[in-house]
């Protein structure tokens, strides 16, 4: 007799069930993404302050960090550098090293999920290559700013890791309320305007 499939989805809070392995754009909500990208800690969690540094807020300074590399991102250049890490409010943030270390299927599933959150708000499924290129190089700074203010790497420990950032934090606007880890309720209600303003 042969065995069942194992159970891929799972029940969000919004009531839908999303398919892990074969993700439809109609099961994606942005309640869900913000919810759990809110929870979701960077770093493991092992950060400094009295809150956990989440995706959520990460994704916003990334979105910023992009915009400071290119004035001239549109709206949509900028929903996909918000929306970079939104597999995550499923997936979890597993560190860059241990994804290499896993193998497997783990970066497909999550190319898939973040194509159907692609499509699921009026974007193409991939991203122009030179808008993925500015994001990845806006992550990379981001990381390099959290690992330094948060995660207590050395300026030079972080650069050996994450390269020598093009902006200084101090040229970024706003850039020690970006840095300083907010509240659950504020990283999603942030998450959320931001993601409004975009005209979505």
Do not use: C
């Not at 065995?3 to 919004?14: D, E, T």
């Not at 919810?35 to 989440?54: E, I, M, P």
């Not at 949509?76 to 497997?104: C, N, Q, T, W």
């Amino acid at each position: 007799m042969a065995r069942a499939q194992s159970r891929a989805w799972q029940r969000m809070l919004s009531g839908r069930r999303l398919d892990l392995l074969d993700p439809s754009p109609i099961d994606v909500e942005l309640s869900d993404i913000a919810h759990g990208l809110a929870r979701v800690a960077r770093w493991n969690g092992q950060t400094k302050g009295d809150y956990a540094f989440s995706v959520a807020q990460h994704s916003v300074l990334v979105l910023e960090i992009a915009s400071a590399m290119d004035p001239e991102i549109d709206d949509k250049g900028r929903l996909y550098a918000l929306l970079h890490d939104a597999p995550e409010y499923v997936m979890g943030d597993i560190i860059s090293p241990f994804k290499a270390a896993m193998g497997g299927n783990y970066r497909e599933v999550e190319a898939r999920l973040l194509g159907a959150i692609h499509v699921r708000f009026g974007l193409p499924a991939i991203a122009p290559s030179a808008l993925t290129k500015l994001i990845k190089r806006a992550d990379r700074e981001a990381a390099f700013f959290e690992a330094v203010n948060l995660a207590g790497f050395a300026p030079d420990e972080a650069r050996k890791f994450f390269g020598e950032p093009t902006l200084a934090g101090f040229d970024l606007p706003g850039f020690d309320r970006l840095i300083r880890p907010w509240p659950t309720q504020q990283a999603h209600d942030h998450f959320v305007d931001v993601f409004e303003s975009l005209g979505t």
